[in-house]
């Protein structure tokens, strides 16, 4: 008696974690570029992450809840603090049927510097993005997030110049 129970909560979850997976691909709404400027890095160098965020036409990314960037702890980069939201980045806004959504025209810019101790190579900055996107149309809103992944290259050299 206790196999002919088993299997139909076996199959139940099985069916339950490929429907989750194939939701969780499906409002996969936001995309980032991300990329790093200069593309090489000094010790003490100042820089810049630099991050363009795309969504379908007619979805909005709302400006309140604020989106936040959190960025994971990375030894070569050092941020004012590892998490960012729009108000913090003064990032601009635009308004739509009397709702307020973030302007993803320009590109989000968050400055940082390069530790003293940075180790010469190959890095990657982790971070993720939590927003609130919403589609007029469609009559649908979403709290989701995004992780991402930006290489970068760091030198020996300490920076005796001026930063860009």
């Known amino acids: 008696m206790e196999r002919s129970f088993k299997k139909p909560y076996?199959?139940?979850?099985?069916?339950?974690?490929?429907?989750?997976?194939?939701?969780?691909?499906?409002?996969?709404?936001?995309?980032?570029?991300?990329?790093?400027?200069p593309s090489v890095l000094l010790r003490g160098q100042e820089g810049k992450v630099i991050l363009k965020l795309e969504v379908p036409?007619?979805?909005?990314?709302?400006?309140?809840?604020?989106?936040?960037?959190?960025?994971?702890?990375?030894?070569?980069?050092?941020?004012?603090?590892?998490?960012?939201?729009?108000s913090?980045?003064?990032?601009?806004?635009?308004?739509?049927?009397?709702?307020?959504?973030?302007?993803?025209?320009?590109s989000i810019e968050i400055p940082f510097k390069v530790s003293m101790n940075a180790k010469r190579g190959n890095h990657k900055l982790?971070?993720?993005?939590?927003?609130?996107?919403?589609?007029s149309s469609e009559g649908w809103c979403l709290k989701s997030s995004k992780k991402f992944i930006i290489p970068f290259s760091t030198l020996k050299t300490i920076y005796r110049g001026k930063s860009k």
């Open 88 to 106: 913090d980045l003064e990032l601009e806004s635009f308004e739509k049927n009397g709702n307020k959504y973030l302007n993803l025209k320009k």
């Open 10 to 37: 076996l199959s139940a979850i099985f069916l339950l974690l490929i429907t989750s997976l194939l939701y969780s691909q499906e409002i996969d709404i936001l995309k980032i570029k991300g990329k790093i400027k």
């Open 126 to 135: 982790k971070g993720e993005i939590k927003y609130f996107a919403c589609s």
């Open 57 to 86: 036409n007619g979805v909005y990314i709302n400006f309140f809840p604020s989106i936040v960037i959190e960025f994971k702890p990375c030894k070569e980069l050092i941020f004012s603090k590892n998490f960012f939201t729009s």
